[in-house]
Protein backbone atom coordinates (compact mmCIF):
# COMPACT_ATOMS: atom_id res chain seq x y z
CA UNK A 1 0.00 0.00 0.00
CA UNK A 2 1.31 3.43 -0.55
CA UNK A 3 2.75 5.43 2.20
CA UNK A 4 3.72 9.05 2.98
CA UNK A 5 6.55 9.82 5.34
CA UNK A 6 6.86 13.06 7.72
CA UNK A 7 9.56 13.97 10.17
CA UNK A 8 7.86 13.47 13.52
CA UNK A 9 9.00 16.79 14.75
CA UNK A 10 10.20 20.27 13.73
CA UNK A 11 11.40 23.12 16.06
CA UNK A 12 11.66 26.54 14.63
CA UNK A 13 12.06 29.70 15.94
CA UNK A 14 10.13 32.95 15.63
CA UNK A 15 9.93 34.81 12.37
CA UNK A 16 11.82 31.75 10.40
CA UNK A 17 11.09 29.37 8.03
CA UNK A 18 9.79 26.10 9.06
CA UNK A 19 9.78 23.41 6.48
CA UNK A 20 7.46 20.26 6.25
CA UNK A 21 8.50 17.05 3.97
CA UNK A 22 6.15 14.69 2.94
CA UNK A 23 7.64 11.77 1.27
CA UNK A 24 6.70 8.60 -1.15
CA UNK A 25 6.85 6.85 -4.36
CA UNK A 26 6.27 9.10 -7.05
CA UNK A 27 4.22 11.54 -4.91
CA UNK A 28 5.16 14.41 -7.74
CA UNK A 29 2.33 12.93 -9.98
CA UNK A 30 -0.17 12.96 -7.47
CA UNK A 31 -2.49 16.40 -5.77
CA UNK A 32 -1.18 16.82 -1.90
CA UNK A 33 -2.99 18.73 0.50
CA UNK A 34 -1.83 19.61 3.66
CA UNK A 35 -3.69 19.84 7.20
CA UNK A 36 -3.47 21.40 10.69
CA UNK A 37 -4.74 20.32 13.82
CA UNK A 38 -4.00 21.92 16.74
CA UNK A 39 -5.24 20.44 20.10
CA UNK A 40 -8.78 19.38 20.75
CA UNK A 41 -9.53 20.74 17.17
CA UNK A 42 -10.32 19.08 13.70
CA UNK A 43 -7.62 19.60 10.75
CA UNK A 44 -7.66 22.02 8.70
CA UNK A 45 -6.81 22.52 5.24
CA UNK A 46 -3.87 25.00 5.06
CA UNK A 47 -2.68 24.03 1.31
CA UNK A 48 -4.43 21.83 -1.61
CA UNK A 49 -3.76 20.46 -4.94
CA UNK A 50 0.32 20.72 -4.19
CA UNK A 51 0.51 24.52 -3.86
CA UNK A 52 -3.21 26.29 -3.68
CA UNK A 53 -4.24 28.15 -0.24
CA UNK A 54 -7.49 27.94 1.22
CA UNK A 55 -9.32 31.90 1.44
CA UNK A 56 -8.31 32.74 4.81
CA UNK A 57 -4.82 31.29 5.22
CA UNK A 58 -1.77 33.34 5.17
CA UNK A 59 0.51 33.75 2.13
CA UNK A 60 3.22 32.24 4.79
CA UNK A 61 1.60 29.11 3.72
CA UNK A 62 2.92 27.65 0.70
CA UNK A 63 3.61 23.93 -0.84
CA UNK A 64 5.77 22.41 -3.43
CA UNK A 65 5.69 18.73 -4.76
CA UNK A 66 7.75 16.96 -7.03
CA UNK A 67 9.65 13.87 -7.67
CA UNK A 68 9.13 11.49 -4.32
CA UNK A 69 9.00 14.87 -2.15
CA UNK A 70 5.98 17.46 -1.39
CA UNK A 71 6.72 20.29 0.92
CA UNK A 72 4.81 22.21 3.12
CA UNK A 73 6.59 25.63 3.84
CA UNK A 74 5.72 28.29 6.63
CA UNK A 75 7.37 31.63 6.20
CA UNK A 76 8.04 34.26 8.97
CA UNK A 77 6.41 31.97 11.53
CA UNK A 78 4.38 33.09 14.52
CA UNK A 79 3.66 31.15 17.89
CA UNK A 80 0.07 30.57 16.59
CA UNK A 81 1.49 28.15 13.80
CA UNK A 82 2.33 25.92 16.46
CA UNK A 83 0.45 22.45 15.87
CA UNK A 84 0.16 19.20 14.27
CA UNK A 85 0.63 18.87 10.27
CA UNK A 86 -0.36 16.53 7.65
CA UNK A 87 -0.21 15.72 4.36
CA UNK A 88 -2.43 13.61 2.64
CA UNK A 89 -3.13 12.12 -1.35
CA UNK A 90 -5.39 9.92 -2.79
CA UNK A 91 -4.01 6.52 -3.97
CA UNK A 92 -5.83 5.56 -7.40
CA UNK A 93 -4.06 2.21 -7.62
CA UNK A 94 -5.76 1.33 -3.99
CA UNK A 95 -8.83 3.47 -4.08
CA UNK A 96 -7.38 4.65 -0.57
CA UNK A 97 -7.09 8.21 0.97
CA UNK A 98 -3.46 8.01 2.73
CA UNK A 99 -2.54 10.50 5.30
CA UNK A 100 1.14 10.83 6.24
CA UNK A 101 1.88 10.50 10.10
CA UNK A 102 1.77 14.23 10.81
CA UNK A 103 4.75 16.35 12.24
CA UNK A 104 4.43 18.62 15.08
CA UNK A 105 5.42 21.91 14.25
CA UNK A 106 7.14 23.52 17.84
CA UNK A 107 7.76 27.43 17.49
CA UNK A 108 10.51 27.71 20.12
CA UNK B 1 -21.03 22.56 9.37
CA UNK B 2 -21.01 18.82 10.04
CA UNK B 3 -22.26 17.17 13.95
CA UNK B 4 -21.51 13.77 14.46
CA UNK B 5 -22.50 11.29 17.13
CA UNK B 6 -23.68 7.94 17.64
CA UNK B 7 -19.49 7.64 19.52
CA UNK B 8 -19.55 5.81 23.31
CA UNK B 9 -18.70 2.84 25.14
CA UNK B 10 -18.92 -0.70 23.64
CA UNK B 11 -17.50 -3.92 24.08
CA UNK B 12 -15.35 -5.82 21.76
CA UNK B 13 -17.02 -7.75 18.75
CA UNK B 14 -19.90 -5.14 19.07
CA UNK B 15 -21.41 -3.06 16.78
CA UNK B 16 -22.38 1.10 16.68
CA UNK B 17 -23.55 3.20 14.04
CA UNK B 18 -21.85 6.82 13.68
CA UNK B 19 -24.32 9.70 12.08
CA UNK B 20 -23.34 13.05 10.78
CA UNK B 21 -25.70 15.53 9.61
CA UNK B 22 -24.61 18.06 7.07
CA UNK B 23 -26.23 21.89 7.50
CA UNK B 24 -25.67 24.79 5.76
CA UNK B 25 -25.21 23.14 1.85
CA UNK B 26 -26.50 21.13 -0.54
CA UNK B 27 -25.60 17.71 1.07
CA UNK B 28 -25.49 15.39 -2.51
CA UNK B 29 -23.43 17.41 -4.33
CA UNK B 30 -20.56 16.15 -2.07
CA UNK B 31 -18.59 13.68 -1.40
CA UNK B 32 -17.91 12.51 2.02
CA UNK B 33 -15.50 11.00 4.10
CA UNK B 34 -14.86 9.19 7.33
CA UNK B 35 -11.29 9.28 8.73
CA UNK B 36 -10.27 8.57 12.84
CA UNK B 37 -7.67 9.55 15.01
CA UNK B 38 -6.61 7.95 18.15
CA UNK B 39 -4.93 9.88 21.14
CA UNK B 40 -1.00 8.54 20.31
CA UNK B 41 -1.32 8.25 16.85
CA UNK B 42 -2.07 10.81 13.80
CA UNK B 43 -4.59 10.45 11.31
CA UNK B 44 -6.24 7.29 10.02
CA UNK B 45 -8.65 7.85 6.73
CA UNK B 46 -11.30 4.91 6.99
CA UNK B 47 -13.70 5.24 4.36
CA UNK B 48 -15.06 7.30 1.71
CA UNK B 49 -18.66 7.71 -0.21
CA UNK B 50 -19.13 9.51 -3.42
CA UNK B 51 -22.50 11.97 -3.80
CA UNK B 52 -24.70 9.86 -5.07
CA UNK B 53 -23.98 6.71 -2.80
CA UNK B 54 -22.92 4.57 -5.30
CA UNK B 55 -19.13 4.03 -4.91
CA UNK B 56 -17.51 3.11 -1.75
CA UNK B 57 -14.19 2.68 -1.17
CA UNK B 58 -12.64 1.20 2.63
CA UNK B 59 -9.17 1.17 4.66
CA UNK B 60 -7.78 -2.22 4.92
CA UNK B 61 -8.53 -1.89 8.54
CA UNK B 62 -11.99 -1.92 8.29
CA UNK B 63 -13.22 -3.53 5.13
CA UNK B 64 -15.48 -6.27 5.84
CA UNK B 65 -16.52 -4.59 8.98
CA UNK B 66 -17.73 -1.04 8.52
CA UNK B 67 -19.90 -0.03 6.14
CA UNK B 68 -20.64 3.53 4.66
CA UNK B 69 -23.84 4.94 3.61
CA UNK B 70 -25.51 7.91 3.42
CA UNK B 71 -29.54 9.25 3.23
CA UNK B 72 -29.39 12.46 1.17
CA UNK B 73 -32.85 12.97 2.33
CA UNK B 74 -32.20 13.06 6.12
CA UNK B 75 -28.60 15.23 4.80
CA UNK B 76 -27.04 12.44 7.03
CA UNK B 77 -24.16 10.30 6.49
CA UNK B 78 -23.41 7.00 8.31
CA UNK B 79 -20.58 4.65 9.65
CA UNK B 80 -22.15 0.88 10.35
CA UNK B 81 -19.41 -0.64 12.63
CA UNK B 82 -19.20 -4.09 13.71
CA UNK B 83 -17.08 -6.93 15.05
CA UNK B 84 -15.47 -3.72 16.52
CA UNK B 85 -11.69 -4.08 18.14
CA UNK B 86 -10.41 -2.10 21.01
CA UNK B 87 -7.93 -1.39 17.80
CA UNK B 88 -10.71 0.82 16.34
CA UNK B 89 -10.86 2.91 19.75
CA UNK B 90 -10.60 6.43 18.59
CA UNK B 91 -12.54 9.98 17.51
CA UNK B 92 -14.44 9.63 14.41
CA UNK B 93 -14.38 12.90 12.31
CA UNK B 94 -16.65 13.04 8.92
CA UNK B 95 -15.05 15.05 6.23
CA UNK B 96 -16.96 16.63 3.05
CA UNK B 97 -15.07 16.47 -0.01
CA UNK B 98 -14.94 18.99 -3.01
CA UNK B 99 -17.71 17.65 -5.22
CA UNK B 100 -19.78 14.81 -5.56
CA UNK B 101 -18.45 12.71 -8.16
CA UNK B 102 -15.29 10.08 -7.92
CA UNK B 103 -13.24 12.32 -9.51
CA UNK B 104 -12.99 14.35 -6.54
CA UNK B 105 -11.87 11.66 -4.65
CA UNK B 106 -7.97 13.38 -5.32
CA UNK B 107 -9.36 16.62 -3.76
CA UNK B 108 -8.75 17.96 -0.16
CA UNK B 109 -11.37 17.56 2.28
CA UNK B 110 -12.32 20.86 2.91
CA UNK B 111 -14.60 20.62 5.67
CA UNK B 112 -14.56 18.51 8.86
CA UNK B 113 -16.76 18.28 12.01
CA UNK B 114 -15.81 17.86 15.37
CA UNK B 115 -15.49 14.37 16.11
CA UNK B 116 -17.06 11.97 17.97
CA UNK B 117 -15.46 9.23 20.53
CA UNK B 118 -15.54 5.67 19.99
CA UNK B 119 -14.09 3.30 22.92
CA UNK B 120 -13.89 -0.09 22.50
CA UNK B 121 -13.04 -2.07 25.84
CA UNK B 122 -14.32 -4.61 28.21
Known amino acids: SYELTQPPSVSVAPGQTATISCGGNNVGSKSVHWYRQKPGQAPVVVVF???DRPSGIPERFSGSNSGDTATLTISRVEAEDEADYYC???????????FGGGTKVTVL | QLLESGGGLIQPGGSLRLSCVGS????????MSWVRQTPAKGLEWVSIIDGGGDSTFYADSVKGRFIISRDNSKNTLYLDMRGLRVGDTAVYFC?????????????????WGQGTLVTVSS
Open chain 2, 95 to 111: ARMFCANTACFGRELGT
Open chain 2, 24 to 31: GYSFTNFG
Open chain 1, 49 to 51: DDS
Open chain 1, 88 to 98: QVWDSTSDHVV
